[in-house]
């Protein structure tokens, strides 16, 4: 009879826009501060603007939109006033991934990186997702967050393993040109980003992380 084995030790996430759907909890997050600064509301249509919001740090959105702004300290200190638990209800977790995780878990290590900064702990209570992951990445540990290979190369150098025994999903460029640079296997996640594969449901990770033996 044939068992499942897994091609790789650790598979890693991204978070947003990969385990969340957070696209318009983030657009709220940004115009409570365009708000406060008087500012009109970020242009919907823009999609310079909507790739940075939704796959950037929190330090790099900010500059984005904010650098040259007289008021960009005043910018930088009502943002981390804007609790996490306020857009919590704009949130939902992708369809199917906790039962993807379910499948992987006891077969490979999981993990995540996300460019999120303070809130993935809260995330992962309110998910449900605790229990899951052996480690968690965010851009508060890191002095260069992605699209540098920092993040990742501290996920490998955490569990021990080489770049290929690792596969990344992520749903953005930054996340593409992270896993590029640190050798990591990426797979896009609804999008058309070149890699490994790209998947528009997290049941297809299975065929692409086991083998039969």
């Known amino acids: ?9 650790v598979v890693i996430y991204d978070c947003d826009g990969v385990i969340l759907d957070s696209m318009e909890s983030n657009y709220i997050f ?7 600064l008087g500012r009109p509301e970020i242009d919907r249509n823009n999609n310079d603007a909507k ?28 943002a981390k006033t804007i609790h996490y638990r306020d857009l919590m209800p704009y949130m939902k977790m992708e369809d199917g991934f906790v039962g993807a995780l379910d499948r992987l878990k006891g077969h490979t290590s999981l993990a995540i990186c996300t460019n999120r900064a303070t809130s993935m702990e809260m995330i992962i209570e309110d998910f449900g997702l605790g229990g899951y992951f052996e480690y968690v990445m965010t851009a508060s540990q890191v002095i260069h967050p992605k699209p540098h290979p920092e993040p990742l190369l501290k996920v490998l150098a955490y569990f021990g393993v080489a770049p290929e025994e ?10 593409m040109q ?15 980003l070149p890699g490994l594969a790209r998947i528009e449901h997290h049941s297809e990770i299975i065929q692409h992380v086991f083998s039969l033996v």
Do not use: C, Q, W
């Open 1 to 9: 009879m044939s068992e499942l084995n897994s091609r790789y030790k």
């Open 166 to 175: 690792a596969l990344f999903i992520g749903d953005g460029e930054v996340d």
């Open 30 to 36: 940004y115009n409570r501060v365009m708000e406060f």
């Open 178 to 192: 992270a896993a590029l640079s640190a050798g990591v296997p990426f797979i896009s996640y609804k999008s058309n």
């Open 51 to 78: 790739r940075v919001l939704h796959t950037y740090s929190f330090n790099n959105v900010m500059e984005y939109f904010f650098e040259g702004d007289l008021r960009r300290e005043d910018a930088f200190k009502f």
